[in-house]
């Protein structure tokens, strides 16, 4: 009987030993440990340290390099290494035989150093991580130089995050002032550098330039364009920057001043010429933000609430709601940090009605009504006033006066016009009256006239555009299209962008952070949509940016600037008046205060019935401050100066003292030393400091 024959099926069975390159390594360094296989010799300092070739090989490039390529110590049995220490060498070698090393505070910069030189590339990480865990004010900068000079890049970006994040505690410090001018410059120029408030950096630039004034002081205009000083509160930037030798010296540094100031009183125009000044510094807390306000929703139900997008975080809030009816054909602009919703219609009426919303306080307050009831007019803001443009008539309106003023209308009246401001003009876009033709009129604020474009082939014509100006140029945004057309005044030219990724019929358009939103409105599906887009001038592309809180149409949406709690506890004194110690006047009691002012101004009378009324005083150090313009020549003046005592809770006369002689636009330091035995017990911050006055009837 045959035996049977066992079937068996080919087979293979990969194996791994996890263990192998251990044990393997364990191996070589037993045999290293017994002496054996040895064929070259490592020399420094007089030490020698026997080697296999191929582990130093295999363990660094330098060494495989070496006994690899055509060099003599490729064939020599004693190789003489001159740029090492004795210590050091031993050390590496010990960790081509076991994959370990010892970093300590006293070997790391030269272990660095060494394993630099010999390309061992993960005994260089290990003294990167060792430097990292031990970052702190004291050795930041020399541990982000030495990273640098090594190409310690990841280290050198720690330590650099770690010095913008500890600004202000490394300021204090004598290595502060021996800084070199570049490594500064870059600090004072990140958006990241974090400081509680922008004067702070101000502070800083000062004081290293003080700490060796004379050999810094030409540096001084390029450091302070590095400061963001349209965000430096209106009292710092009188007090301390506007009056500082460093500044007023200087025509350049002036100008920046004076800049500061245009964008404080929303004359300068910051989308129309953005630059790295007018962007806060998210440490601050203050944080350029998108709103939205009212609209309807799915079910054409009328919304009143009011919500901010803040790009840093990518957050919406709400923010307080409108309070009162919005209804349709409303306009909203932005001026300076507040909005302004101007007009509209509930169906059977129009509406005259303003009302501002004062982002520093989140609070709606109605303001001087439009000369005429008006819907479906556009607003915009040219050199810090509000203007309204409807088909038939123009006014404008004077946030500190609080009241409206006609001015000429159009030439040619226009239909579902748009309006926006650029390069110092106010230009109109819309359908002429009765036609379907596209027309573009411009206004001259300092002629007060209207003018004709002749801007050559117009876009389509479009029922409800929208536009907004960013960089110089004007982006006129159709709502049923999703392509966007541009303008360029200066070179009297239109052009075309990337159409957008879906139309937004009844959406809404802004401008956030040098890009261009739009929000809302129906799509292509005729539905209703919450995406918003952005479109960023420099890729010249559309992203979606994110989703509004709930689908909306008909919305407004403009951009602001609001303050938010700073990431970084402030390590200043104050040097403003605080919030809320700040007397709010209401509209006519200030407009009544400001004519007032304004006739005993012009007739040179005693200015007391109206400025108690009108100026607050901060206290500045030791000083009180005032600044206006003063009428008379060679006139002496005595200052009386009263307060509220919050200690006490009332009202007294704290003293006056003479002025000494000024004329024109001056700048008064009063010295508290005058004040009252009563008041002068009392803590400064008891003191709110609420008017003063100048007899201009003194004689010299």
């Known amino acids: 009987m045959e035996k049977p024959v066992l079937q068996t099926q080919p087979s293979t069975l990969p194996f791994f030993d996890s263990s192998h390159a251990f044990n393997l390594l364990r191996g070589i360094h037993e045999l290293r440990a017994e002496r054996k296989f040895f064929d070259v010799t490592l020399c420094a300092e007089g030490r020698e340290f026997h080697c296999h070739r191929t582990v130093l090989a295999a363990a660094s490039t330098y060494f495989r390099a070496m006994f690899t390529g055509t060099l003599r110590e490729s064939v020599m049995d004693r190789v003489v290494l001159h740029e090492v220490s004795a210590e050091l060498l031993g050390l590496l070698v010990d960790f081509c035989y076991t994959g370990r090393v010892t970093v300590t505070q006293d070997n790391v910069d030269l272990l660095l150093k060494t394993a630099d030189l010999f390309q ?20 930041c900068l020399e541990i982000q130089d030495f990273a640098e000079a090594y190409a310690c890049r990841e280290l050198a970006i720690s330590a650099r995050r770690f010095t913008l994040k500890n600004i202000m ?10 800084l070199p001018w570049k490594r500064l410059l870059e600090f004072v120029s990140d958006d990241e550098l974090c400081v509680d408030k922008e004067e702070t950096v101000y502070q800083i630039a000062v004081r290293w330039v003080k700490a060796d004034l004379q050999r810094r002081l030409h540096y001084w205009p390029e450091l302070l364009q590095q400061v963001r000083l349209p965000f430096v509160r209106r009292f710092f930037l009188l007090a301390h920057v506007e009056s500082d030798p460093l500044v007023y010296l200087s025509p350049t540094c002036l100008r ?64 307080a709601e409108f309070p009162d009816h919005l209804g349709g054909g409303y306009s909203i602009a932005a ?75 159009m030439l040619h009246p226009m239909d579902n016009c748009s309006t926006t401001a650029c390069n110092g003009r106010l230009y109109a876009i819309g359908s002429l009256t009765g036609e379907d033709t596209m027309a573009v009129q411009s206004y001259d604020a300092d ?4 003018t004709m474009v002749n801007c050559g082939q117009l876009p389509p ?16 945004v159709r709502d049923d299209s999703a392509e966007v057309d541009v303008y360029n005044p200066q070179k009297n030219e239109w052009d075309k962008i990337s159409p957008m990724n879906q139309v937004h019929v009844g959406g809404s358009v802004a401008v956030l952070g040098g890009k261009l939103f739009v929000s809302g409105g129906y799509d292509n599906t005729f539905e209703l949509s919450d995406v918003v887009e952005a479109y960023d001038p420099m890729n010249r592309a559309w992203t979606v940016a994110g989703r509004l809180p709930q689908r909306t149409f008909w919305h407004g949406s403009v951009s602001i600037f609001r303050q938010f709690m700073p990431l970084v506890a402030s390590s200043f004194e104050p040097t403003d008046t605080p919030e809320s110690n700040t007397i709010h006047l209401h509209r006519h009691q200030r407009h009544q205060a400001l004519h007032n002012l304004n006739n005993n101004l012009n007739q040179n009378q005693d200015l007391s019935e109206s400025l108690p009324r009108l100026t607050a005083l901060p206290l500045i150090g030791c ?3 005032h600044r206006g313009v003063m009428t008379g020549s060679d006139a002496w003046r005595r200052a009386v100066v009263g307060g509220w005592l919050a200690g006490s809770r009332r009202w007294a006369a704290l003293g006056d003292m003479s002025l000494g002689r000024l004329s024109g636009f001056a700048l008064i ?20 400091v609420l008017c003063a006055f100048v007899d201009l009837n003194v004689s010299s």
């Open 669 to 688: 330091r009063i010295s508290i030393d005058f004040l009252n035995n009563e008041v002068s017990q009392l803590p400064l911050p008891g003191i709110v």
């Open 447 to 450: 002629t007060n006239r209207w």
């Open 623 to 625: 000083h009180l401050l």
């Open 461 to 476: 014509w479009s029922f409800t555009p929208k536009t907004v100006t960013l960089n110089g140029l004007i982006y006129f």
């Open 120 to 139: 061992f590339p993960s005994v260089k990480e290990a003294c990167c991580a060792f430097l990292e865990q031990r970052l702190d004010v004291s050795n």
């Open 256 to 319: 920046m001043v004076n800049e500061a100031r245009s964008f404080q009183s929303c004359e300068y125009d910051r989308h129309d010429r953005p630059c790295h000044r007018m962007r806060p510094r998210p440490s601050t807390g203050l944080a350029e933000i998108l709103v939205v306000v009212g609209g309807c929703d799915q079910d054409c139900d009328e919304l009143v609430t009011v919500d901010c997008y803040n790009p840093q975080t990518g957050q919406w809030r709400y923010l």
């Open 335 to 409: 001026l300076g940090n507040d909005m302004y919703v101007t007009g509209g219609s509930d169906g059977s009426r129009l509406y005259d009605g303003v009302w501002r919303y004062k982002s520093s306080v989140n609070e709606w307050t109605e303001v001087s009504p439009m000369l005429k009831a008006r819907e479906y007019h556009s607003s915009c803001v040219l050199k810090g006033q509000l203007y309204v443009v409807a088909s038939d008539s123009t006014e404008r309106y004077d946030q500190a006066l609080d009241c409206w003023e006609a001015l000429p209308g």
């Open 169 to 178: 505690e490394l300021a204090k410090g004598r290595d502060f002032e021996r």
